[in-house]
């Protein structure tokens, strides 16, 4: 007799933390195995996404649900900034997210009433994250369901910020009727521990995977295609432009190299989008390193630029747990700089499958750039490893196997 699985989720866009969910809705073996139904937020922009990286028929319910993060956003337009700040201060006085929170929890109860569930699988950017989750969490109760998987992709907060002080009170309920959380790491499960003070036998950590996709063009194609340089080591940084992803601090390194090292220059690629894009492209063209950067805004064959360059690099500094780019970066076998910040060490072996510095370590980065340019069979020996640790602990079926030893644990 197949379990009827309920999947939830909200986000604004098909981001790296839906990833999971691709990887469940495409396997055949998952859908055959289990009764599968999505349930999640509406925003074009999401079910957008989705189409484009879910290939099977799935049944779905996207609902539109109240978010005040939408509120902040359409502030955020007003560019006045003390009417700017009234406004964000009445959104928090009048306890905004807490009466959506309740509204979200009445329209996802009348939905999931009519359905037959037996397990409910929430998937959450981070935690608190989306408030409505919290809200299915609570209908899931009301509906009487026993069997709730709570997935959180980041590091959780604690409750230092005045902002999260009530949420106190509805996270303990959450807490109480979870069954188990799960996280992509192990840092972030001892966050969630620490920080939401949650018993240690409620938590388990499931890497996420990341299944192949498919490569449309050699990288002789792309590098044509894109006119880079062909004497130069190729380097792809593929995150939002966003201050947390460290950009800055790799601008700065490979300003530090063509000063004191122009020989060993390497070309840089900044893909993506993000508050950060005036500020960055402002900064390279000051430190004159026009000629050795390119910003793409927006790459849509993503394995078709990690596979032809030389090196993947993240230089974030915070808000990271078990980044995809790191995964589909070894997948593909290639040499990778990252920071050494939450569960990326549990993905990289330092100097054997990979190069770790630390947050905001500017000479670091640099070192690890230069070394990388003239010791290339080191380079290309960091990648096999890298690729060969994937194949091994890393692909998306591995992780649904865990997945469902704990859907097939409940009774």
Not at 139 to 146: F, M, Q, T
Request: hydrophobic share 40%; net charge neutral; charged share 20%.
């Amino acid at each position: 007799m197949k379990k009827n699985i309920l999947f939830y989720s909200d986000c604004g866009f098909f981001a790296g933390c839906e990833n999971m969910l691709a990887n469940f809705f495409n396997d055949n073996c998952f859908t055959e195995t289990y009764n599968v139904l999505f349930i999640y937020r509406w925003t074009q922009e999401y079910q957008e996404g989705f189409h484009k990286r879910v290939f099977n028929s799935i049944n779905q319910i996207p609902l539109k649900l109240y978010d005040h993060y939408d509120l902040y956003d359409s502030v955020d337009k007003i560019h006045y900034k003390y009417i700017n700040k009234i406004l964000k201060i009445a959104i928090n006085i009048l306890l905004l997210k807490y009466i959506f929170l309740f509204f979200n929890m009445i329209i996802l109860y009348k939905t999931i009433r009519k359905l037959d569930v037996e397990i409910l699988h929430i998937n959450n950017g981070g935690y608190p994250g989306a408030y409505s989750t919290i809200s299915m969490v609570l209908a899931a109760k009301l509906y009487g369901l026993k069997h709730i998987v709570y997935v959180v992709n980041n590091i959780a907060e604690d409750y230092r910020s005045p902002e999260r002080w009530l949420d106190y009170i509805f996270d303990r309920m959450v807490i109480c009727i979870v069954s188990v959380f799960v996280t992509g790491s192990n840092f972030a499960g001892s966050a969630l521990k620490d920080n939401l003070h949650i018993p240690s036998k409620k938590i388990l950590s499931i890497p996420n995977g990341i299944s192949p996709r498919v490569i449309t063009e050699t990288p002789k194609q792309v590098i044509k295609r894109l006119n880079l340089p062909l004497d130069r080591m190729i380097i792809s940084v593929i995150a939002v432009l966003d201050e947390r992803k460290g950009h800055i601090f790799l601008l700065k390194a490979l300003s530090e190299i063509k000063k004191s090292h122009p020989q060993n220059m390497p070309y840089c690629i900044f893909e993506g989008t993000g508050s950060e894009e005036d500020f960055l492209r402002k900064y390279a063209l000051e430190q004159n390193l026009n000629e050795d950067i390119m910003f793409i805004r927006n790459e849509p064959q993503i394995f078709n630029l990690i596979n032809a360059s030389d090196c993947i690099i993240l230089p974030s500094i915070r808000n990271e747990d078990f980044p995809n780019i790191i995964l589909e970066s070894m997948l593909l076998g290639k040499a990778i700089i990252a920071s050494n910040i939450s569960g990326i060490p549990e993905q990289l072996d330092q100097m054997k499958s990979g190069i770790i510095v630390e947050p905001r370590d500017i000479q670091g980065l640099a070192n690890a750039i230069r070394l990388f340019i003239e010791e290339p069979e080191f380079r290309a020996s960091l990648g096999e490893n890298a690729k060969i640790k994937y194949g091994t602990f890393f692909t998306h079926k591995r992780s649904i196997c865990k997945y469902c030893d704990v859907y097939d644990s409940f009774n």
